[in-house]
């Protein structure tokens, strides 16, 4: 009975005396236990994943090997279109989305589902990595446990950066990374209230990581000796990749959109793009996979092919890329952009020395590592990121000035470009992004019907200034709607304005008739509409009030002070202040 009554106590957090301390500590304790939890799913994820790959390596050079990546995004897309109702995505994006309109509730299938597909894909050989899916499966795990603890939208939305930033900091063993990563992209708010929670959980994830794997920096190099000259090329490199994530962008987003237009089943369509990548693996095996091994070699300046064999591999992994995800393959992006990016800084250097070959350029890993960071802050458009992520994963601190440079110039010219990023771009064009704290997003839990005032007193056309004015003496309101006597639709609005003119002229009072002064076409709203655009347009016309209308009846009136009002009340609700 004990038992019971203190699993009671801990399910139903209003009797939980912690619920009355500070909120902070609330979610730095609640984080740790994220970061945890996301740290443990993502070591899961890269053992499952070496597992794979281990397992299928010795079919790798049968001719038969292409069907590999199609058989394994098939698998992907049966399971999460199938068994687990999820459709294909990135994972990111799916995750902002939740935060932007949802206050970051996630169903708690989704702390596994993208895990297992993403295995699938990636493992048989798809090109893509496996962050995003571990990022959307500890947001995922955050948003659950938010919810045991019946926290607000605000708290949930805190501990959904929690995993997000604990999965990327355990599989990246790079804790700064994935803190900045989940403040800068999922959640878009730098706040006290997110920031030292997070951070709890990027250390959290990162000792999870580093007890289960050992300390180890994922890409190691020697010192690089940095000169004026090379700072100088950086602005060169950075245009370079900022082309390139452009290129990687649009290649994927195009190979979705005619996928989408093929009319055959979805794991069809993706068993067809993995195998066409397979096929592409059978002469570039670096295409296939994380790609994570080649990096090693780039870095270490040991990549012994060309320049038109580096740039081909740049260009089939960018197919590659596009083939698996835009196909409907699971997988993020991450690992292919540090490929991509090594390539681009490889061939960069290389057509560097070609042109100048008396130049003392440092060695080629500095461009590669330059690269990958330029890639990763342009489709990202998340300069932040792209710096603290190269650092942690390589401790390339030298390069700290140049990498500043590329991540800085390659967002800029990325975002002049395309002015959303690869994760947010969707999400724009449907208008979904809302971050935390806008006007748009507290006032997106509210709807028209919500605050709708039907307290007005409807008139009709043909009725007398005289007769308008005793039902004016009767009401509080100052505008009048005006409806049709036999069919009630509505024709217009007459406000107290616009009988001002004939007010102080008695002799009008039977000569007018309320059609002759109506406004015929007023500023009206649907249900439907936007509460953010409502308010836009009451501010750019200058009014205070809007009528209603739906199949052009009147439904009542919408004002601008009821509308503030319980905007305040929804931001209270949702912060919980």
Same mark, same amino acid.
């Given at each position: ?19 009355r ?12 236990i ?5 740290g ?8 499952s994943?070496?597992?794979?790959? @281990?397992?299928?390596?010795p ?9 590999l ?11 999460? /279109? ?11 994006p799916e ?22 597909s993403?295995?699938?894909?990636i493992?048989?050989?798809?090109s ?17 446990i ?34 900045i990563?989940?403040? @800068?992209? &999922? ?12 951070a709890? !959980?990027?250390?959290a ?9 050992? +300390? ?6 020697r ?5 004026? %000259? ?8 950075a245009?370079m ?7 990687l962008?649009?290649?994927?987003? #195009? ?10 089943? !979805? ?19 670096v295409?296939?996979?994380e790609?994570?091994?080649s ?39 991450f ?11 490889l ?8 042109l100048?070959?008396s130049?003392?350029?440092v ?7 330059? #690269? ?5 802050? #342009?489709?990202?458009?998340?300069p932040l990121?792209? &710096? ?11 390069v ?39 006007d748009?997003?507290?006032? !997106?839990d ?12 409807t ?14 003496k009767?009401?509080?309101?100052n ?20 009988i001002?003119?004939? %007010? ?8 007018v008739?309320? @059609? ?10 649907s ?5 953010s655009?409502i308010?836009h ?14 199949g +052009?009846?009147?439904? #009542?009136? &919408? ?9 305040r009340?929804e931001l209270?609700?949702?912060? /919980?202040?």
């Amino acid at each position: 009975m004990k038992l019971l009554n203190l699993l009671k106590q801990w399910r139903y957090p209003s009797r939980w005396h912690l619920f009355r301390m500070d909120d902070r500590l609330l979610l730095i304790v609640i984080g740790a236990i994220v970061g945890i939890c996301s740290g443990m799913a993502a070591v899961a994820l890269n053992r499952s994943l070496l597992f794979i790959l @281990e397992g299928l390596h010795p079919y790798r050079r049968i001719w038969w090997a292409f069907i590999l990546p199609g058989a394994g995004a098939a698998l992907s897309s049966i399971f999460l /279109n199938k068994i687990v109702n999820e459709g294909a995505g990135h994972g990111v994006p799916e995750v902002v989305y939740a935060v932007s309109r949802y206050g970051g509730l996630m169903r708690l299938r989704s702390s596994f589902s993208r895990l297992i597909s993403s295995c699938l894909t990636i493992g048989s050989g798809g090109s893509a990595g496996p962050e995003a899916p571990v990022v959307m499966s500890g947001a995922a795990i955050g948003s659950n446990i938010a919810g045991f603890f019946s926290l607000n939208d605000r708290q949930r939305v805190a501990l959904v950066g929690c995993g997000a930033a604990g999965a990327i900091s355990s599989i990246f063993n790079a804790p700064i990374a994935g803190m900045i990563f989940a403040v @800068e992209v &999922i959640i878009g708010e730098w706040t006290a209230l997110n920031i030292i929670p997070i951070a709890i !959980a990027s250390v959290a994830g990162t000792e999870v990581s580093r007890f289960l794997q050992g +300390n180890q920096i994922a890409f190691s190099h020697r010192q690089f000796d940095i000169s004026s %000259l090379d700072i100088s090329a950086c602005i060169g490199l950075a245009a370079m990749t900022a082309i390139t994530s452009i290129a990687l962008t649009r290649v994927i987003r #195009g190979v979705g959109g005619l996928s989408g237009r093929v009319s055959l089943p !979805a794991w069809v369509r993706a068993a067809g793009g993995g195998c066409l990548v397979g096929a592409v693996g059978l002469y570039l095996p670096v295409v296939l996979g994380e790609g994570y091994h080649s990096i090693h070699q780039m870095i270490e300046g040991l990549y012994t092919p060309g320049i038109i064999i580096v740039t081909l591999a740049m260009l089939a992994k960018i197919i590659a890329t596009g083939l698996t995800l835009g196909s409907g393959g699971s997988g993020g992006i991450f690992a292919p952009c540090l490929v991509i990016g090594s390539f681009t800084g490889l061939a960069y250097h290389r057509l560097l020395v070609l042109l100048w070959p008396s130049v003392p350029w440092v060695n080629e890993g500095c461009y590669a590592l330059l #690269g990958m960071a330029g890639l990763i802050s #342009g489709i990202l458009q998340a300069p932040l990121t792209g &710096i603290f992520l190269i650092v942690e994963i390589s401790g390339g601190y030298e390069v700290m000035l140049p990498l500043i440079i590329v991540s800085a110039i390659s967002t800029t010219l990325s975002n002049y470009i395309e002015p959303a990023s690869f994760y947010l771009k969707e999400l724009v064009e449907k208008g979904h992004l809302l971050r935390p704290g806008t006007d748009a997003r507290v006032l !997106a839990d509210l709807s028209v019907y919500e605050l709708l005032e039907k307290d007005c007193i409807t008139v009709n056309p043909d009725m007398l200034l005289r007769d308008f004015i005793k039902i004016v003496k009767r009401s509080h309101r100052n505008y009048f709607p005006v409806e049709d006597k036999k069919t009630g639709q509505f024709l217009g609005m007459i406000h107290l304005d616009d009988i001002r003119p004939y %007010l102080f002229n008695p002799g009008m009072y039977d000569a007018v008739f309320l @059609e002759q002064i109506m406004n015929e076409k007023p500023e009206i709203v649907s249900p439907e509409d936007d509460l953010s655009d409502i308010l836009h347009r009451m501010d750019n016309n200058h009014l205070f009030s809007m009528p209603v209308v739906a199949g +052009n009846r009147f439904q #009542g009136m &919408i004002s601008k002070a009821t509308l503030l009002d319980q905007y305040r009340k929804e931001l209270m609700v949702q912060t /919980n202040r």
